[in-house]
């Protein structure tokens, strides 16, 4: 049997090394933060699952990837070892009166975006006070879109490191390694994200990878309670409200070309607790958990890639962007393929460089 290691155990190194282990691969798992996973940058996203409302920005692989990913977690979430809170609720638009021709620019891209084909629903003020009784009178009318959902980040890093564990993958928490530090396994999956921004970005390369910097709210609000995600569109902080387990809500997230971790600015703060606030005043009570900061791993071209090398038994999967929990399920799917060729004696699809991009693209739908 092939002994694998998998460098990192973020979100796509955890999905990774399980698809490897359900292949029969023997799997070993390096990951410098602990098995809750505080040092990925999935530890501070929503986890919103919203190929349709990304659509409007992300690129058509990302959209294709994005939808692919929605009905592999349910797969997922249902075969994981713990229970992990997962919705799929379909997510709201709102806007406030002077904002209405953002609603309309939205649709037209969302239109542009889908074949010609607007998937968004109108919500009149009466269909938002039956699905959203809380939001009753504070929009005059909205748009729903359907087939979109979300996770608990934090609980699926954790069920994730307990599924791992428990089918047999060795898992190295809080345990940093060098690629080089690895020779002895017959082939080596690199998923460190922002980590691994040195080798991709030595001069040879073609793809540049850089950090992302955002910022995300939690909160706990007893007195408020939504369906499903909420996005307000607005000119200055055009932001979304996720409605996790337990009346916390995740409040997300500001996009910064900036590759600093340091905490958040009190500009960022505003932003996200206005946007909370503009929703419900009723958020106005509610406690500040924290605001998060973390790097989302960006390549120039803002597409995932996973390239290999034949020579080095290196397989690299990067550029998840704003979008790993909506995209890694395909996205981890294609590289277990991949490894299941390169490293269990099934050769490789045509060259052995970096054919990376093409090869996701072939998976595409
Ligand atoms: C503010 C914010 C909000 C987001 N919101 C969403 C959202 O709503 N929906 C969505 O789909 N996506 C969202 N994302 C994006 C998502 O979090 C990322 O795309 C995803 O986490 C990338 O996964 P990854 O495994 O490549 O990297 P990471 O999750 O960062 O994992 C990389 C891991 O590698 C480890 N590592 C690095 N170097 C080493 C080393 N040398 N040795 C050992 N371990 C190492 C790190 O500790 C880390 O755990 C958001 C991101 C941010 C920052």
């Known amino acids: 049997m ?8 973020g979100l796509a190194g955890r999905l990774t090394a399980w698809g490897l282990a359900q292949q029969g691969f023997e799997v070993s798992l390096f990951e410098q933060g602990t098995r809750a996973g505080e040092r990925s940058a999935a530890y501070v996203a929503a986890a919103m699952l919203a190929p349709l409302a990304e659509s409007v920005e992300a690129t058509p692989l990302v959209v294709s990837l994005g939808r692919q990913s ?21 997510s709201l638009i709102v806007w406030h009166g002077q904002d ?11 239109s542009r975006a889908n074949q010609g084909v607007n998937p968004a629903v109108h919500w009149s003020a009466a269909d938002i006070a039956a699905n959203e009784p809380q939001l009753a009178g504070r929009f005059s009318d909205g748009l729903y879109l359907p087939d979109e959902g979300q996770l608990d980040n934090r609980q699926v890093l954790v069920s ?12 190295h928490w809080e345990t940093f390694r060098e690629i080089s530090d690895l020779t002895e396994f017959d082939g080596i999956i690199d998923c460190r994200g922002y980590g691994a921004k040195t080798r991709w970005n030595r001069p040879s390369e073609r793809s540049r990878l850089r950090g992302v910097r955002g910022e995300v709210a939690r909160v706990y609000a007893p007195e408020v309670s939504l369906n499903r995600p909420v996005r307000l569109l607005h000119p200055r902080y055009p932001l979304y409200i996720a409605p996790k387990e337990n009346h916390l809500f ?17 500009r960022s703060g505003l932003e996200l607790l206005s946007a909370l606030y503009a929703v419900h005043p009723a958020f106005g009570e509610a406690e500040i958990r924290e605001i998060a ?12 890639e996973i390239r290999y090398s034949k020579t080095d038994k290196l397989i690299e999967i990067n550029g998840l962007f704003r979008h790993g929990f909506m995209i890694s399920p395909a996205v981890a799917d294609a590289a277990v393929r991949l490894a299941v060729n390169l490293f269990g004696g099934g050769g490789i699809p045509e060259s052995d460089s970096v054919t990376d991009l093409a090869y996701l693209r072939l998976e595409a739908v």
């Open 70 to 90: 929605m009905a592999l977690w349910r797969g997922i979430t249902g075969r994981l070892k713990t229970p992990v809170f997962h919705q799929e609720n379909g």
């Open 160 to 171: 994730l490191a307990d599924t791992l564990e428990d089918c047999g993958v060795h898992c």
């Open 250 to 266: 995740v409040i997300g997230a500001t996009q910064l070309e900036s590759e600093s971790d340091a905490p958040a600015s009190v």
């Open 2 to 9: 092939e002994h694998i290691a998998v460098l990192g155990g």
């Open 293 to 304: 900061v973390g790097l989302r791993p960006t390549l120039n071209h803002h597409d995932p």
């Open 100 to 110: 209405k021709p953002l609603s309309r620019d939205f649709q037209q891209h969302l």
